[in-house]
């Protein structure tokens, strides 16, 4: 779905510690008005300790600068670019140096946002999040009639989602920082890691993309550029037409491979339609906290309500790549005689003339689906994204592989070039 605004429907990831604010700008394509907001925003962290309701002075105004810069207070720059964004806090301060009960509301907010013990004071705790490297999307984005709550779940939507999962890609250029056939690598496994958590599959093409990739400099058909070393790392756009799903990157910034594929992992979940996640372990965290390929529950929980899971069997004999079984659904040998279900209870059994010959063990555990994954595993999860149990085949050397419920009672997964990778060991029945 195309945005009527292009900067309201795309993020930025940015490094911005707190005592490094004064030097940094809002992120992204913004308009070139966009400013810095100054030294004003900076906090020392050892002067705002335990800052709470009544305090006075500086620090406290870095705290409310900071809030401001992330959409929970009035902020011009915000409202130009983001159609739908209001602030979090519908009051000001009375005074920007005063910790007062509107300013305390917004550190509320904040720290529900972030997973943090809601206090309402600026504690060691509060602040050690808020100098941590982050995205400068706003924290929160909702339309007026949302109004902000401590009640928040963990992932986030963002935009609309691609009317097809079959997407495609294209890489613009390449970064100069390291081989090309790194850069491609790193930012394929990013992709892969999405698409082994969903029904999503992505191919390159030489034009006529749904995502684009390249690592730019300054000013680069955007209306607002990339900063050089240490700002602004990469922006993308949410699903739609035009620059929609494209992901920039910074050139400028000195990449090596694990760093460019944590980058790009976090900037393909914006491009397909996620926002942040309050869940700290999570890959759409705000805050970057190293390198880190691999999503987390929360991730998959939030792709699920985007996009489906997987896709059903479509025959006999096999549970292919990328499909799964939900409650009560089977998937037969072709003689058959033999019937893998996944029951409703969690288990996902293997039947003969209703006889159990092998199970999972996981009834009354949570799961409510099973899936046999593009990396190579299969794996039992709860809605939440949690596995409950799994095959344990997950690897580059089992990529595609496929479950055969055979007709001498065995289930065996394959690795797509040959070879087995698992087994239930129930030959010959």
């Given at each position: 779905?195309?945005?009527?605004?292009?900067?309201?429907?795309?993020?930025?990831?940015?490094?911005?510690?707190?005592?490094?604010?004064?030097?940094?700008?809002?992120?992204?394509?913004?308009?070139?008005?966009?400013?810095?907001?100054?030294?004003?925003?900076?906090?020392?962290?050892?002067?705002?300790?335990?800052?709470?309701?009544?305090?006075?002075?500086?620090?406290?105004?870095?705290?409310?600068?900071?809030?401001?810069?992330?959409?929970?207070?009035?902020?011009?720059?915000?409202?130009?670019?983001?159609?739908?964004?209001?602030?979090?806090?519908?009051?000001?301060?009375?005074?920007?140096?005063?910790?007062?009960?509107?300013?305390?509301?917004?550190?509320?907010?904040?720290?529900?946002?972030?997973?943090?013990?809601?206090?309402?004071?600026?504690?060691?705790?509060?602040?050690?999040?808020?100098?941590?490297?982050?995205?400068?999307?706003?924290?929160?984005?909702?339309?007026?009639?949302?109004?902000?709550?401590?009640?928040?779940?963990?992932?986030?939507?963002?935009?609309?989602?691609?009317?097809?999962?079959?997407?495609?890609?294209?890489?613009?250029?390449?970064?100069s920082d390291f081989a090309q056939a790194s850069v491609r690598s790193a930012i394929e496994n990013a992709l892969f890691s999405w698409r082994s958590s969903s029904s999503l599959s992505f191919s390159e093409v030489s034009s006529g993309e749904n995502i684009s990739f390249g690592f730019?400099?300054?000013?680069?058909?955007?209306?607002?550029?990339?900063?050089?070393?240490?700002?602004?790392?990469?922006?993308?756009?949410?699903?739609?037409?035009?620059?929609?799903?494209?992901?920039?990157?910074?050139?400028?910034?000195?990449?090596?491979?694990?760093?460019?594929?944590?980058?790009?992992?976090?900037?393909?979940?914006?491009?397909?339609?996620?926002?942040?996640?309050?869940?700290?372990?999570?890959?759409?965290?705000?805050?970057?906290?190293?390198?880190?390929?691999?999503?987390?529950?929360?991730?998959?929980?939030?792709?699920?309500?985007?996009?489906?899971?997987?896709?059903?069997?479509?025959?006999?004999?096999?549970?292919?790549?990328?499909?799964?079984?939900?409650?009560?659904?089977?998937?037969?040998?072709?003689?058959?005689?033999?019937?893998?279900?996944?029951?409703?209870?969690?288990?996902?059994?293997?039947?003969?003339?209703?006889?159990?010959?092998?199970?999972?063990?996981?009834?009354?555990k949570g799961g409510d689906r099973a899936i046999m994954q593009e990396d190579g595993n299969l794996v039992i999860y709860k809605s939440t994204g949690q596995p409950v149990w799994a095959s344990g085949t997950a690897?580059?050397?089992?990529?595609?592989?496929?479950?055969?419920?055979?007709?001498?009672?065995?289930?065996?997964?394959?690795?797509?070039?040959?070879?087995?990778?698992?087994?239930?060991?129930?030959?010959?029945?």
């Amino acid at each position: 779905m195309a945005s009527t605004n292009l900067f309201d429907s795309r993020f930025a990831l940015f490094l911005a510690p707190l005592a490094l604010a004064a030097s940094t700008t809002l992120v992204g394509c913004a308009g070139d008005d966009v400013s810095t907001l100054g030294d004003e925003a900076s906090v020392d962290a050892e002067s705002a300790a335990g800052l709470g309701l009544g305090a006075r002075g500086a620090e406290v105004r870095g705290v409310y600068e900071y809030l401001r810069r992330y959409g929970y207070y009035q902020n011009e720059e915000l409202a130009e670019h983001y159609a739908d964004w209001t602030p979090a806090v519908s009051r000001e301060p009375a005074d920007p140096e005063l910790f007062d009960e509107a300013l305390e509301e917004g550190v509320r907010l904040y720290q529900a946002q972030h997973g943090l013990p809601v206090t309402g004071v600026v504690d060691a705790a509060t602040q050690r999040i808020m100098q941590m490297p982050r995205c400068s999307h706003p924290d929160y984005y909702d339309p007026p009639s949302v109004v902000p709550t401590l009640d928040i779940d963990p992932y986030t939507h963002f935009g609309g989602t691609w009317s097809s999962t079959a997407l495609t890609y294209r890489f613009a250029n390449y970064t100069s920082d390291f081989a090309q056939a790194s850069v491609r690598s790193a930012i394929e496994n990013a992709l892969f890691s999405w698409r082994s958590s969903s029904s999503l599959s992505f191919s390159e093409v030489s034009s006529g993309e749904n995502i684009s990739f390249g690592f730019y400099t300054g000013s680069h058909g955007c209306s607002s550029a990339f900063d050089g070393s240490s700002g602004v790392l990469a922006h993308a756009y949410s699903p739609g037409g035009g620059l929609g799903g494209d992901v920039h990157f910074d050139d400028a910034e000195g990449w090596s491979s694990a760093y460019l594929e944590t980058v790009a992992l976090h900037e393909v979940g914006h491009a397909l339609g996620l926002g942040h996640s309050t869940d700290s372990a999570a890959t759409m965290y705000a805050y970057y906290t190293g390198n880190d390929t691999s999503l987390a529950d929360d991730d998959r929980a939030g792709i699920w309500s985007r996009y489906a899971a997987y896709a059903s069997p479509s025959g006999c004999g096999w549970l292919s790549s990328g499909q799964g079984l939900g409650a009560e659904q089977s998937v037969w040998s072709c003689d058959g005689r033999f019937q893998l279900k996944f029951q409703g209870d969690g288990n996902l059994v293997l039947y003969q003339g209703g006889s159990p010959l092998w199970a999972s063990g996981t009834n009354g555990k949570g799961g409510d689906r099973a899936i046999m994954q593009e990396d190579g595993n299969l794996v039992i999860y709860k809605s939440t994204g949690q596995p409950v149990w799994a095959s344990g085949t997950a690897g580059s050397s089992n990529y595609y592989a496929n479950l055969a419920v055979q007709n001498d009672g065995n289930v065996v997964i394959y690795r797509s070039g040959g070879g087995v990778a698992w087994a239930s060991n129930t030959c010959c029945h």
